[in-house]
């Protein structure tokens, strides 16, 4: 088990730099996610780190070691993608199987492993079935044992869950954080999805066209983001200005509603039911711009489209941004 670092990497196709100038640190057994727009080089730093790609310029060091000009195989790394690239001829005991095999590890050995990390992603008992007969999320889970079946250094995740719905999306988040910190294992995440970095995370690196913008704990990029992309990309944003020309992010939970009392006036233009919360777009008087958006849990007073409304937020959840 190791830390990663990653040193002013940067990786040109041309003259065009996929990743530019990045800096990291993981720390041993930390979970960290690599949030950021399709395109903005996050499967580019993954393959740089796990040595399926050779950075430009800049140093890879894992565990203290420069791999930089190391072979994958040289790695140990855990790697889990997006299609699970299960071997399909294979049950499921065999394609976990696999990588021990490649390492070399005894049969009776590699027999134990690979059914202790079945059985670390609960799919103790379907050892003989083929990848086509399991749902997508067991699928994932395969695919996740076959990669800690080893004992990998790291393990490397690009949006290993992007193709599952939902409801499956949200009950494997918590799984694979519980696997992760079982495991402790140093964890890279790739994902284009902000609630999911926000709810797995041990801190966030935020990237947009190769550049880091922000490397932070999800509450911190949330509500201090260092940037108004970074601002935008992790959630809803209202910005307020301020005396001094500049500008402030409000976030829509911390935007207090009243039918009267303190605050601006403005008229609720669309008060939208999402279950647990309301989400109100809001016109504030005298004001032209777009609708500033408040969220309330769907307990208290709930306002109709159209209604008048009192509009407040305390200076304290105010966040100057930078442009
Ligand atoms: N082999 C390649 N040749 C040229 N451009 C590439 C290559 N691989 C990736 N890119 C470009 O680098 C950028 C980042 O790609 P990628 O790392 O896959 O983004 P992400 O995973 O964040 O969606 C994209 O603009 C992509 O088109
Ligand atoms: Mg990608």
């Known amino acids: 088990m190791s830390e990663i670092r990653l040193e002013g990497v940067t990786k040109r196709y041309g003259t065009f730099a996929a990743a530019d100038n990045v800096d990291l640190a ?6 960290v996610t690599i949030l950021g727009p399709s395109g903005s080089g996050k499967t580019t730093l993954l393959s740089l780190i796990a040595g399926l790609n050779k950075p430009t310029s800049g140093r890879i060091f894992i ?6 000009d190391a072979p994958a195989q040289e790695r140990n790394i855990g790697l889990v993608f997006q299609s699970y690239a299960l071997f399909p ?45 399991l749902s997508g999320g067991q699928q994932q889970r395969v695919a996740l044992a076959r990669a800690v079946v080893f004992k ?67 509450t911190e990029a949330y509500l201090k983001p260092a940037n108004r992309f970074v601002a935008e990309f ?3 944003a209202n910005f307020v200005g301020l005396p001094d020309g500049g500008q402030a992010l409000v976030r829509p939970e911390r935007i207090k509603i009243s039918s009267s009392g303190a605050g601006k006036p403005a008229r609720v233009v669309e008060a939208i039911y999402l279950g647990q919360m309301v989400r109100y777009h809001l016109s504030l008087d005298g004001e032209g711009a777009k609708p500033m958006v408040a969220a309330a849990p769907f307990v208290g007073p709930a306002y109709a489209t159209g209604e008048r409304v009192m509009v407040s937020w305390d200076a304290a959840d105010l966040w100057p941004v930078a442009k």
Do not use: C, Y
Request: aromatic share 0%; charged share 30%; net charge negative.
């Open 89 to 133: 001829h294979m049950t499921v005991l065999e394609n976990v199987l696999f990588p021990l095999g490649v390492r070399k590890i005894g049969r009776a050995e590699a027999d134990r492993l690979a059914r202790d990390a079945l059985k670390l992603v609960r799919l103790d008992g379907l050892e003989n079935r083929r990848p086509s007969q």
């Open 26 to 31: 993981v720390t041993q057994g930390e979970l």
């Open 234 to 236: 992790l959630g809803i």
């Open 152 to 218: 990998p250094d790291i393990l490397l995740l690009d949006e290993p869950l992007g193709a599952l719905d939902r409801k499956l999306r949200e009950e494997l988040q918590v799984e694979l954080k519980q696997l992760q910190r079982s495991l402790g294992v140093t964890t890279l995440l790739v994902t284009h999805d902000q609630e999911e970095a926000l709810s797995l995370s041990d801190r966030i690196m935020v990237l947009d066209k190769g550049r880091t913008q922000q490397v932070a704990a999800p």
């Open 63 to 68: 565990g203290g070691r420069d791999v930089t």
